[in-house]
T-cell receptor, first 111, second 116 residues
Framework: GDSVTQMEGPVTLSEEAFLTINCTYTATGYPSLFWYVQYPGEGLQLLLKATKADDKGSNKGFEATYRKETTSFHLEKGSVQVSDSAVYFCARNNAGNMLTFGGGTRLMVKP | EAEVAQSPRYKITEKSQAVAFWCDPISGHATLYWYRQILGQGPELLVQFQDESVVDDSQLPKDRFSAERLKGVDSTLKIQPAELGDSAMYLC??????????????FGPGTRLTVT
């Protein structure tokens, strides 16, 4: 079945450091790929998305490129801030638009 | 900005009791989803509605869980009887659906259930 695998956390960085959170997905069908962010005690917010191979999603300084050849959708940000501390979820959809999520990666940014 | 509304935000119940959660999707969103998120894990889909019809409930434990969306707008998820293992965050999401294609999902704040 569909699955999404992302690097385990926590990831601890200093402010202004470069961030990469790895994500790979099963290559069944033609999924859209998503990154969601969850702040403590809150629901999920869509951070960015890509709908086809080689698309780059971007938002708030975060970027991710849909790589079909490596079945990856790694999240990157050039300079993280303390306010970026949260849990990040990679997800793919299926033909019925049901989402399959990775296990989440907690990011902690220290001043 | 329109949001998905959920209530209550927090619920504590004893095992074997009944509990219900409510979700009001973004206006105009025909597709509604209920997810369960166990602490430290990603959300898992329980049930998907298209208008008032269930599209997929294959992961819904039907011996104790039920979901309805009678008028195709708001929805209720019920657990009866609750078990300790049901402690989790219950998330509702909605998405626009046009000509059979669904778009990105928007999530509500969730209901955190604790079963004692």
């Amino acid at each position: 079945g569909d699955s999404v695998t992302q690097m385990e956390g926590p990831v601890t960085l200093s402010e202004e450091a470069f961030l990469t959170i790895n994500c790979t997905y099963t290559a069944t069908g033609y999924p859209s790929l998503f990154w969601y962010v969850q702040y403590p005690g809150e629901g999920l917010q869509l951070l960015l998305k890509a709908t086809k191979a080689d698309d780059k999603g971007s938002n708030k300084g975060f970027e991710a490129t849909y790589r079909k050849e490596t079945t990856s959708f790694h999240l990157e940000k050039g300079s993280v801030q303390v306010s970026d501390s949260a849990v990040y979820f990679c997800a793919r959809n299926n033909a019925g638009n049901m989402l399959t999520f990775g296990g989440g990666t907690r990011l902690m940014v220290k001043p | 900005e329109a949001e998905v509304a959920q209530s209550p935000r927090y619920k504590i119940t004893e095992k074997s009791q009944a509990v219900a959660f409510w979700c009001d999707p973004i206006s105009g969103h025909a597709t509604l989803y209920w997810y369960r998120q166990i602490l430290g894990q990603g959300p898992e889909l329980l049930v998907q509605f298209q208008d008032e019809s269930v599209v997929d409930d294959s992961q819904l434990p039907k011996d104790r869980f039920s979901a309805e969306r009678l008028k195709g707008v708001d929805s209720t998820l019920k657990i009866q009887p609750a078990e300790l293992g049901d402690s989790a965050m219950y998330l509702c999401a909605s998405s626009l659906s046009v000509a059979g294609r669904s778009y990105e999902q928007y999530f509500g704040p969730g209901t955190r259930l604790t079963v004692t």
